[in-house]
């Protein structure tokens, strides 16, 4: 027996629940549903605070309540394959589905590279699964010596969280010069390197891991250059690719990356299926290519584009690109980029200025509890444009490269950085005087006459 559902969503993340709840915003007189494959989710941010931060893992629990209390129905079964033509999903279960307006918000997979003995027991992927993740914290929490392979956002943050685990000794493996390379220059990387060795966590750049050594359960890790190590588990902090067969199986193409094909508007080459999150194609803000940036910041950005935009472009799309935006956390150091860093801009060909202060997150800095924060603006050197941004400081920094986000967003340039009008209050900012985008845009805007 057929099911019927004016808009159906696929996935149960950020992307899946954002376009259910704006879709029922702007059309309330459809039937929402939303169907998930696995029955405990998790908050994808909040993995790695399961290990430690959280008191119990199952506070990172991503629950539906806010679905259904909205009216929307929400089913857990696997969509197995997508009928286009006759506007059906059908269903591990054996279930079928009629649909309007479909969206895929399928989302992604951990990557597992073919290093020989990855299959042994003790390498965990992180895969979002509440039940999964429980088991992989227990076992964790058992052993002496872990290594993480992987020296990005993720691999960084478990790091962090699992070296404060009494008891435990964290290696991080990264094949890069430095950690979270993609992301940051190299005077950010190391800002994060030094926080990791104060908590003890042993990392390993330039070095690449080529097997994985034990019997039935992994014992040790060899490197490329033949030094082994002894390990007690893994994790695999690599990253993550986007889940598209689901598109694929039904004739949906793919972009220039491994993401499904959107346009603008989330819209696949099927005008009634959009797709949203990690298994959508990302371009770059700047130079359009594609940019493979899966986060849920991102998912949700995109999932609201799409909700509003179902039946007819309500929402008119400005933002016509991703800019890469990111935070971290590590013991206290706060670290967000946005846009293009010093190295990728001159890798695109970029003629560049750049602007830096350091300062302080307080006024006077004898305040309690204030930080030091660092800044590093890139702008274009002709037009002034600014392209991108880097932060390291304290908390008030998970807020200021939203700032700077929204400066690349508008094509700003150091001018109008330069001449910001913010509020400021000694507890809560910087000082008027020293703020930290002001000063570093002035900083620009003095290199850029003197070169």
């Known amino acids: 027996m057929e099911k019927e559902a004016n808009v159906l969503v696929i996935g149960g993340g950020p992307a899946g629940i954002i376009s259910a709840l704006t879709a029922q ?3 309330p007189d459809k039937k929402i549903l939303l169907m998930k494959s696995v029955q405990d989710s998790v908050v994808p941010c909040g993995i790695p605070y399961m290990f430690f931060s959280l008191r119990d893992p199952e506070e990172n629990r991503l629950g539906t309540q806010v679905l259904e209390k909205n009216g929307i129905k929400v089913i857990v079964d696997e969509a197995v394959k997508i009928d286009r033509v006759n506007k059906t999903v059908e269903t591990k279960k054996g279930d079928k589905y009629l649909y309007e307006k479909l969206i895929l918000a399928t989302g992604s997979r951990p990557v597992v590279p073919p290093i020989p003995g990855i299959d042994k027991k003790g390498i965990y992927p992180i895969y979002k699964d509440m039940s999964y993740l429980k088991r992989v914290i227990s076992e964790i929490k058992k052993q002496k010596e872990i290594v993480i392979v992987g020296g990005g956002f993720i691999g960084v943050e478990f790091a962090d969280e699992i070296s404060s685990i009494e008891g435990l000794k964290v290696h991080i493996v990264e094949i890069l010069p430095s950690l979270l390379a993609n992301s940051f220059d190299g005077e950010f990387s190391m800002l994060a390197e030094e926080r990791l060795r104060e908590k003890g966590v042993n990392i390993l750049t330039n070095t ?36 598209t067969k689901l598109a694929t199986d039904a004739g949906l193409d793919l972009g220039k990356g491994k993401g499904i094909w959107v346009d603008e508007y989330m819209r696949t080459v099927d005008p009634d299926i959009f797709a949203v999150g990690d298994c959508a194609g990302k371009r770059d803000f700047y130079t359009r290519k594609d940019a493979p940036v899966l986060l849920a910041s991102i998912a949700t950005a995109e999932a609201r584009i799409a909700g509003s935009n179902l039946y007819k472009l309500k929402v008119v799309r400005e933002n016509k690109g991703t800019i890469a935006i990111y935070s971290t956390y590590i013991d206290g150091l706060v670290l967000g980029s946005a846009g293009l860093t010093e190295k990728s801009a001159k890798r695109e060909g970029f003629e560049i200025i750049t602007g830096v202060f350091e300062g302080f997150d307080k006024h006077p800095s004898t305040l309690p509890n204030a930080n030091k924060i660092k800044i590093k603006l890139i702008f274009s050197k002709q037009s002034g444009i600014i392209l ?43 000082a008027p005087t020293t703020y930290p985008v002001v000063r570093a845009a002035q900083d620009a805007a003095y290199r850029a006459q003197i070169i």
């Open 208 to 243: 690449k891991v080529t097997e994985f050594l034990g019997s039935e359960r992994v014992e040790g890790v060899r490197f490329g250059d033949g030094r082994e190590m002894n390990v007690d588990a893994v994790v695999l902090g690599i990253g993550a690719v986007p889940n």
């Open 25 to 27: 915003k702007y059309y």
């Open 388 to 430: 991108g941004g880097q932060v390291a400081g304290g908390l008030s920094c998970g807020e200021l490269i939203n700032l700077i986000g929204v400066a690349i967003q508008k094509r700003m340039s150091f001018t109008e950085l330069e001449t910001l009008q913010m509020a400021t209050h000694p507890y809560l900012t910087s």
